[in-house]
């Protein structure tokens, strides 16, 4: 959707549904509220989200400039997106959407860490068999997993995180939101981001985060 297009369905024009690209990695709390904002954002104006995976393990491989915390973090997130991974080369991209609100409302919601546990019981959720939880200790996905990692940070560069969106040749990270907003807020603010993100030269608008990350 260009933004034109956006301004004309903010005003009640129809228009047919366009599709959104949005890479998530579910260890990253930002991603969660961006994402939670997109399933609204679905509700207020005529697009459909296609959830791919990307990792902050992949992006910050090998790093030594990192701290201790911060690289155990990491260490701990290879596992949910082989997971997704496995899931999605055994039963298709679809499953993602529920697969990522199962994992993401354990993990960031309930406050739980990633572990067989979790897996199991968001798999389960998901509607998926239990044994792809055992895809968190091999490295057998990690060649899917790079690439569909390097497909959407290859649309915006590598100073960027998770999420990344691409809709209709127009891709960016972010929007970085808390809480996420909902109803009509969340179409605006769609139509909003379409609208810098789509013009010829826009790189970054940004300011220091003075907000936790509210997830209810």
């Known amino acids: ?9 903010s005003q009640g024009v129809a228009h047919s549904q366009d599709t ?23 509700k207020t104006r005529p697009v459909h989200t296609n959830f791919h995976v990307m990792s902050l393990s992949v992006l910050n491989d090998g790093r030594d400039d990192l701290p201790d915390s ?25 499953v993602l959407r529920d697969l990522y609100t199962a994992l993401g409302t ?11 546990a979790l897996h199991e ?3 389960e959720e998901a509607g ?3 044994d792809l939880a055992q895809a968190a200790e091999s490295t057998d996905y990690d060649v899917a997993l790079r690439a569909s990692h390097r497909e959407g940070i290859d649309l915006v560069g590598q100073d960027v995180g998770t999420p ?5 040749g127009v891709a960016f990270f972010g929007p970085v939101v808390s809480p996420a ?3 009509e807020a969340a179409g605006k603010l769609w139509d909003g981001v379409l609208l810098v993100a789509g013009t010829d030269g826009f790189f970054e608008l940004k300011r220091t985060r003075t907000r936790e990350p509210v997830f209810v």
């Open 181 to 183: 907003p909902t109803g």
């Open 1 to 9: 959707m260009t933004p034109t297009e956006a301004a004309a369905t």
């Open 70 to 94: 911060y690289k155990e973090l990491l260490e701990r997130g290879w596992g949910p997106v082989r997971i997704a991974i496995a899931a999605e080369q055994a039963h298709g991209p679809e």
């Open 106 to 116: 354990k993990h960031h919601v309930e406050g739980r860490e990633f572990d067989k």
């Open 20 to 42: 959104v690209d949005f890479w998530f990695d579910p260890l990253c709390p930002w991603a969660w509220m961006t994402s939670r904002w997109m399933l609204e954002v679905e």
């Open 128 to 130: 998926l068999p239990l």
């Open 121 to 123: 019981e968001a798999l």
């Open 164 to 168: 990344v969106i691409s809709v209709d």
